[in-house]
Each structure stands twice: as structure tokens, then as C-alpha cells.
């Protein structure tokens, strides 16, 4: 197995309890389509992020489906150390 891989799953082991009840609350949460009103929804990432020191931005062009950004880097030198963003808003569910 891959180590990157290796540390993904420990990682999701570790956290197992914590990733449960965030989306165990997060699937409760209305999302509308249409018109895909997701602040509520957006609202539980935005809780996540604030418990757990996570620096982000919000980019609230639409004002019914806010989005959450964040920097990060892939890795630590080379040609991966260049940043990544996480951009997403939260569309309506499948239904």
C-alpha cells in the first residue's frame, strides 16, 4: 500500500467518531433544489472548520449558496509544493 494512502486510512481511523457525527449532522441538513438554499448546510462545515482552527474564507456571491475556501499544499518541495485550493459550495442532494 502506498504510505500515502497508509496515512489517509489511519487518519480516517483516528477520526472515525468525529467524521460520523459531522456528516450524520451534515445529511440532516435542508438543501433545497430549487432553489438550492444551502446556508444551513454551509453552516455545519463553517462549525467543523471554527472547532478545529481552520483557516478559510467565505465567498457569499450567491447569498442562498455560500462557498468556503481554503489554501493548502500537496506537498513539501518540488513541483507539489505549489498551493492547492479547496473551493465548494453545497449544491442540493440527489434526490
Not at 1 to 17: G, N
Not at 37 to 62: C, E, F, P, W
Amino acid at each position: 500500500m502506498a504510505p500515502e494512502k497508509r496515512r489517509l486510512l489511519e487518519r480516517i481511523d483516528r477520526d472515525r467518531e468525529l467524521l460520523i457525527h459531522f456528516l450524520q449532522e451534515f445529511i440532516r441538513c435542508p438543501t433545497p433544489n430549487p432553489p438550492g438554499g444551502t446556508r444551513i448546510a454551509a453552516r455545519q462545515v463553517q462549525k467543523l472548520l471554527d472547532t478545529h482552527g481552520v483557516a478559510y474564507r467565505v465567498i457569499a456571491s450567491n447569498e442562498i449558496m455560500p462557498k468556503y475556501r481554503r489554501q493548502f499544499f500537496r506537498g513539501q518541495t518540488g513541483s507539489d509544493s505549489r498551493p492547492q485550493w479547496a473551493h465548494r459550495h453545497f449544491p442540493s442532494r440527489i434526490r
